[in-house]
């Protein structure tokens, strides 16, 4: 696995530091496409956190690019939870596939989004 270092600011303190970001696996952190949810090591608030912004468009690439796989495995699971949701009759499971679902469009959308602004440049 390939680190990829970058600066993150944080929203609320606007302090800088070094990130660590870590493709397809993130274990102190939620991952919601180019944001984490973590704790700002400056000020100790939680946050979201743009991960791409000071990125190196290399980097914004291989970010996207984890993002949209993350995302398309994602919606896969999604569709499971929506097949079996009907084919069982429980409302439940299938609410659950349609946020898994949206939460997949939104990670492959933002993955999309971090190649496109790599390419720019
Ligand atoms: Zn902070």
Redesign the pocket.
């Known amino acids: 696995m390939i680190g990829i270092k970058t600066k993150v600011t944080?929203p609320?303190?606007h302090?800088t530091f070094d990130y660590e970001f870590i493709p397809g696996a993130s274990m102190t952190a939620v991952r919601l496409g180019n944001y984490r949810y973590m704790k700002?090591q400056?000020?100790?608030?939680w946050?979201f956190f743009n991960v791409i912004k000071n990125a190196s468009p290399e980097d914004k690439k291989v970010i996207g690019l984890s993002a949209m796989l993350f995302g398309s495995l994602l919606a896969v699971l999604g569709a499971i939870f929506i097949v079996q949701g009907m084919s069982n009759g429980r409302m439940i499971v299938w609410i659950v596939g349609i946020i898994l679902v949206a939460a997949a469009l939104f990670m492959t959308g933002s993955g999309a989004a971090s190649i496109k602004n790599a390419r720019k440049k």
């Open positions: 944080c609320k303190c302090q700002c400056k000020c100790g608030k946050t």
